[in-house]
């Protein structure tokens, strides 16, 4: 178990770019979350999949923000147009449906500076 | 309207002591969990503790503790014998309802430096 992996580890961009990011789960968990965290904030929900489908996104998603995960296992989050209020650490996480406790194991996160 | 508050200032904590780090909560959900994450200068989100709505005793995961008052709505951690790795932001999160998308609703965090 290599616990979950997010790539790349910090990105710096330029205002209007378009940036993608990936998210490997933990490969038994069948749930995975994208999370938002800026300066001196906790994580804030953005979007979520059960297996391969997408079942729950938050308004903070513009649609700037599109989020997939084929197959169920990776997924990808990419910000087209990127903006300066993009700039922010970007967290994944999985879990497993039937743990009672639904505790969520996060990545590295990667971190985006948009210039 | 803030689930999860915690409004502690930065804390200073000796190494070997006890610290007490606040968290409130807001939910009408019967069925909610609560969670503590740890989250070092490295960025990644530690799962350090889980309490659930119904559980009658406090959980308890090595020096971590949780003092659950269910009616006042907090759900305080306690680290026990502070060592200088403990040095961190501590947050507080809450899921509600037992089913779901299970998402994650956290606070602002609260900082520890554990001193020598």
């Known amino acids: 178990d290599t616990g979950v992996s997010q790539n790349p580890r910090h990105k710096i961009t330029k205002r209007g770019q378009n940036v993608t990011f990936r998210c490997d789960p933990i490969?038994?968990?069948?749930?995975l979350y994208w999370y938002r965290q800026t300066l001196g904030q906790g994580p804030e929900f953005l979007t979520y999949f059960q297996n391969e489908a997408q079942l729950e996104k938050s308004r903070l998603l513009s649609d700037r923000f599109s989020a997939e995960r084929p197959k169920g296992s990776f997924s990808t989050l990419e910000i087209q147009r990127t903006e300066q209020g993009d700039s922010a650490m970007y967290l994944c996480?999985?879990?497993?449906?039937?743990?009672?406790?639904?505790?969520?194991?996060f990545g590295p996160g990667t971190r985006l500076t948009v210039l | 309207a803030q689930k999860i508050t915690q409004t502690q200032p930065g804390m200073f904590v000796q190494e070997k002591e006890a610290v007490t780090l606040d968290c409130t909560y807001d939910t009408s959900d019967p069925s909610y969990g609560l969670f503590w994450y740890k989250q070092p200068s490295s960025g990644e989100m530690i799962f350090l503790i889980y309490q659930g709505s119904y559980d009658q005793q406090n959980a308890t995961e090595g020096r971590y503790s949780l003092n659950f008052q269910k009616a006042r709505k907090s759900a305080n951690l306690v680290i026990s014998a502070s060592q200088l790795g403990d040095s961190a932001m501590y947050f507080c999160?809450?899921?509600?309802?037992?089913?779901?998308?299970?998402?994650?609703?956290f606070g602002k965090g609260n900082q520890v430096v554990v001193i020598p």
């Open positions: 490969s038994e968990h069948n749930r």
């Open positions: 996480a999985s879990s497993f449906s039937t743990s009672g406790r639904g505790e969520q194991f």
């Open positions: 999160a809450m899921r509600e309802g037992l089913s779901g998308n299970n998402r994650l609703a």
